[in-house]
């Protein structure tokens, strides 16, 4: 009976505990925890979109080439009132002066004195804070072309030289160096800076020889190496004539000749510098030159002519005329022209066969 009676107690304590705690749930709810949002600050300084262009990509030394930056947003929209600046340590800039406009484009550009290739990026600095623009381009920085002669000959006539090079195009100017010594240690004249492709040296000497070089500028002031030099001699004196021996005529007169009869003539011809040809020429009753012998050589100084008495002209292609005129042309390496004239070979006259008429 106390075991049963203890039992029912413990029950009912039990009871009351559960609902005494189910009361405390009822009038106290428990409520979710809240959890507030967080606002995280970050500085985005990194663009993605927008880009650069270089026009031209490949420029001389000072020739300057135009940077074009166009920011953009992410759906590629060009965004207006940027401030832009162009970046590179080794190149002269000329940075944008306007903000971007409405298709988010300014505008700046670059130059090198130097050699060499660099790589032009761009900043934004729109904010206070610099944002890096990724797209980056490389420019090329070439030297300026080497202008190039006209070969030279290896001997000028007279006392002058006009020497002509290759254009480079518009814009660009020459300046033409001569001198005495293939190093050029002291030059002897100058064209100063001109436009054209050729310029004159004058008051040369004979027989010295002069060495030439030109380099060219840009409309930008660069300026190119040396071109290779070129040289020529000066030779203002042409070549001399002198008559050594004329042959004589033998026994053949204006009637009576042997067509096989050869008279030979001996001139000495020298050049003070190169001689070229030496000529031997005829004069006909008209005043008129003509080859009346290809039988004359050089050795050494001296011109062998050997004529045939049947190659004269002849007078009714039956007889010897009683005189000859003869001349001798010489021309050096450089062109110069001697003619000498006035060779005479004298032919004696001869008695014209009187023809009897026929008896009939």
């Known amino acids: 009976m106390k075991i049963k009676t203890a039992i029912f107690t413990i029950f009912c304590l039990f009871l009351f505990s559960v609902s005494n705690a189910y009361a405390q749930i009822e009038s106290h709810p428990v409520i979710p925890e809240q959890i507030d949002d967080v606002v995280v600050n970050a500085l985005i300084n990194v ?13 001389e030394i000072f020739q300057p080439s135009t940077v074009t930056v166009r920011i953009l947003s992410p759906s590629g929209v060009g965004i207006p009132g940027r401030q832009i600046i162009i970046v590179n340590s080794g190149l002269h800039i000329t940075q944008p002066t306007e903000v971007t406009d409405l298709t988010g484009r300014t505008t700046g550009s670059v130059y090198s004195t130097g050699v060499t290739t660099y790589t032009v990026c761009a900043r934004d600095i729109t904010f206070g804070y610099t944002i890096y623009i990724q797209n980056c381009k490389t420019l090329y920085v070439v030297p300026v072309a080497v202008p190039t002669f006209l070969p030279e000959p290896a001997y000028t006539k007279g006392t002058t030289n006009t020497l002509i090079w290759g254009s480079l195009g518009a814009g660009y100017s020459y300046n033409v160096e001569i001198s005495e010594s293939a190093d050029f240690s002291t030059v002897l004249g100058k064209s100063g800076w001109i436009s054209n492709t050729s310029h004159q040296f004058t008051s040369l000497e004979n027989g010295k020889m002069y060495f030439y070089r030109v380099k060219a500028r840009n409309a930008y002031g660069g300026v190119s190496a040396w071109s290779s030099t070129v040289f020529s001699v000066q030779d203002s ?53 003509y080859t009346c012998s290809t039988d004359y050589r050089l050795e050494g100084d001296n011109l062998i002519v050997n004529v045939l008495l049947r190659d004269l002209q002849r007078i009714s292609n039956i007889y010897l005329r009683e005189e000859y005129e003869f001349c001798v042309e010489a021309s050096d390496a450089a062109n110069n022209i001697t003619r000498l004239c006035n060779i005479k070979l004298n032919i004696p006259k001869g008695e014209v066969p009187v023809t009897k008429p026929p008896i009939v």
């Open 47 to 59: 663009d993605l979109y927008s880009t650069l262009d270089l026009n031209p990509v490949t420029v």
């Open 237 to 289: 004196e042409p070549p001399k004539i002198e008559i050594v021996s004329i042959g004589d005529i033998g026994n053949n007169d204006t009637v009576e000749w042997d067509s096989n009869f050869s008279v030979q003539m001996i001139f000495k011809v020298t050049d003070n510098l190169q001689l070229s040809r030496a000529d031997f020429l005829c004069i006909n009753s008209q005043g008129n030159t």
